[in-house]
């Protein structure tokens, strides 16, 4: 390897570890709020429909904040979005840790969410826009560790703070990680594709090369980003071309796909489901330290085998080890409520079902949604489909513990487990392989498939 090539690769990598520090404040503040709960209630007296409120806020801060990112990234830029985000991170932490009353933290919660729904569109779009292909993988599934390492540190930060009651500490933490990821960005370009579109083509070859992006697919990103009318009027350019609108549709359902086996609800409430079966209420709660460094790990492998495995292939395994997953554990989980001695062998099925979707189903949604998109309607398309994924989080977020009281937690785990494989087919009959190839080579797959 060349000095130039070393030089790039450290480039490439220092990009994509400053971009992905909004994942780590996504994983963060999705993560916290189910410890800091426990202090927040009886300060303020909340009841469980406030309790529901101030979680659920986030999320639909989010679902809106991952409708408009992807616009916003387009006339600002991606870096300029994330810096951004950065800021109402900062803004948004601070807020919550000095909120006095339910209505101001729900606000709070609320401006947090628009910076988790953008950076969620966003960090995926900078780091795929601006690395080789031979590297895009490994490098924007970053992102998905960074996440699941955010949610550890939540749940670790937690722990360490519950002797205190301190919950204004615990929200206020994120605010130092989203300063880092303002002034980061301040230190970098934006990407090649979104230079191309404003015509600043001399600026878009001088990115492309520091990063080790070749003449060639520098060449096909320029020539893919500003045809079709792109950046003039992706709403128009969509309406006109069926194959954007059958591609942006498919990254929509890969978006439902991450969270329809139900991935949230074992994040969210395993020490509630713990709880249920037996376990004591402080051993409940170190259960979410243990998915934590499930996810974790399970999420590094990931990270090392996916530009080798193969998008594709990896998301199938992914879906089928959930599906067998979910259908022993409804079966453990059952006999566990009458015999509590079951209930570890529950948390080792969790245990296993998030290391698959972790593994597997989150790092390649994120990063076939990043991939399939047009890069003709990239800020609209990925929009919609971040919307579709944070819709399907908050559903299951605020309906799995009323479906668990309704029909119980085995049948629940039982539909999670069929709708798995009905991922499993649509995967099989709509995804491509996308290990390796260039965004246009992929565009133009749709395009011949769906014209």
């Known amino acids: 390897m060349t000095t130039a090539d070393t030089q790039a690769r450290r ?7 400053t971009a992905a520090l909004g ?30 409120w101030v979680t659920s806020m986030l999320l639909v801060g989010a679902a809106i904040g991952a409708l408009t990112g ?20 900062v803004i948004g932490s601070l807020w919550c840790a000095f909120s006095s009353s339910v209505g101001s933290l729900g606000a709070a ?3 947090l969410g628009l ?48 002797h205190t009651a301190n919950w204004e500490l615990m929200l206020g933490f994120a605010a130092v990680p989203g300063l880092i990821l303002t002034v980061g960005m301040l230190f970098l370009a934006d990407t090649p594709v979104w230079y191309a579109r404003r015509g600043r083509h001399q600026q878009a070859c001088l990115v492309a090369q520091r990063a080790g992006i070749g003449a060639d697919e520098l ?26 609108q059958m591609t942006v549709l498919v990254a929509v359902v890969i978006g439902v796909i991450q969270q329809i086996t139900g991935v949230n609800a074992i994040v969210y409430f395993a020490p509630t489901l713990m709880n249920q079966v037996g376990l004591s209420v402080t051993n409940a709660v170190y ?20 530009d080798r495995v193969g998008r594709r292939r990896l998301l199938l395994w992914g879906l089928g080890i959930n599906v067998l997953s979910l259908a022993v554990l409804a079966v453990v989980y059952g006999r ?73 937690a085995s049948a629940t785990f039982v539909m999670f487990a069929v709708l798995g494989i009905a991922a499993f087919g649509f995967v099989r009959a709509f995804i491509p392989e996308t290990k390796g190839r260039g965004l246009d080579e992929v565009g133009e797959e749709f395009r011949a498939r769906f014209s």
Request: with cysteine; hydrophobic share 55%.
């Open 11 to 17: 480039y490439v990598r220092l990009v994509s570890w």
């Open 23 to 52: 994942g780590l404040l996504f994983g963060y503040d999705t993560g916290v709020i189910s410890g800091a709960l426990l202090f927040i209630a009886p300060e303020f007296d909340m009841s469980p429909a406030q309790e529901g």
């Open 70 to 89: 992807g616009r916003v990234a387009d006339g600002l830029g991606r870096r300029g979005t994330l810096m951004i985000g950065g800021v109402i991170f």
């Open 109 to 111: 919660r609320t401006l």
């Open 115 to 162: 910076a988790v729904g953008a950076v969620s569109i966003v960090v995926p779009m900078f780091i795929a826009e601006k690395v080789p292909a031979d590297v895009r993988g490994k490098m924007v599934s970053l992102n998905t560790l960074m996440i699941v390492i955010g949610q550890l540190v939540a749940f670790l930060v937690n722990s360490a703070l519950a």
């Open 219 to 244: 060449a096909q990103l320029v020539g893919e980003s500003t045809s079709s009318g792109a950046g003039r009027g992706e709403w128009r350019t969509f309406r006109k071309h069926r194959w954007m």
């Open 287 to 306: 259960t979410s330290i243990v998915i934590g460094t499930v996810s974790v790990i399970a999420c590094w492998v990931g990270l090392q085998i996916i």
């Open 336 to 408: 566990a409520v009458e015999a509590p001695a079951l209930a570890l062998v529950a948390l080792g099925l969790m245990a296993v079902f998030i290391a698959s979707q972790q593994a597997a189903v989150s790092p390649t949604t994120w990063l076939l949604i990043s991939e399939i998109v047009p890069l003709q309607v990239r800020g609209l398309g990925m929009g919609v489909a971040g919307l579709a994924l944070w819709a399907a989080n908050w559903a299951v977020a605020q309906f799995f513990l009323p479906l668990v009281e309704a029909v119980s």
